[in-house]
């Protein structure tokens, strides 16, 4: 067996990205599994609009899941060792920001609670 070099193996980070982004992938698998049945329709007389229907309704999940943010999940803390630089306000009124890692990519909306901001307490039911 082989062993892989620690740093050819993939970071937390990068294991993160790959987690964000199954969404997109397995949208993209279920369009090339639609397309696969289309071809093999052809065996028996043509594509049947349930056929059809499967590929519009896989294509617009690649639709949706592209649109999503695709970014790791991220904390303030987990980014310990880079400068989080402000690029931005919410505009809910409270002065909450907007911090991106440059080195990471990583961002999250800081609420002032201590300002009387509540979009970070949970909700009640």
Do not use: K, N
């Not at 067996?1 to 193996?9: F, G, K, Q, S, W």
Request: charged share 25%; glycine share 8%.
């Amino acid at each position: 067996m082989e062993v892989i070099p620690a740093e050819l193996e993939p970071t937390p980070f990068d294991l993160a990205a790959i987690d964000a982004e199954w969404p997109l992938i397995a949208a993209e698998l279920d369009v090339l599994d639609a397309e696969i049945s289309l071809f093999y329709a052809d065996d028996r007389g043509g594509p049947s609009p349930l056929d059809w229907r499967r590929l519009r309704r896989a294509e617009a999940r690649v639709t949706r899941a592209a649109t999503t943010a695709v970014r790791p999940p991220w904390q303030a803390d987990g980014c310990v060792l880079h400068r989080l630089a402000v690029v931005g306000r919410t505009g809910c009124g409270y002065g909450c920001e907007i911090v991106r890692c440059p080195a990471c990519g990583g961002e999250q909306v800081l609420h002032q609670t201590a300002d009387g901001c509540r979009a970070s307490l949970p909700r009640a039911v």
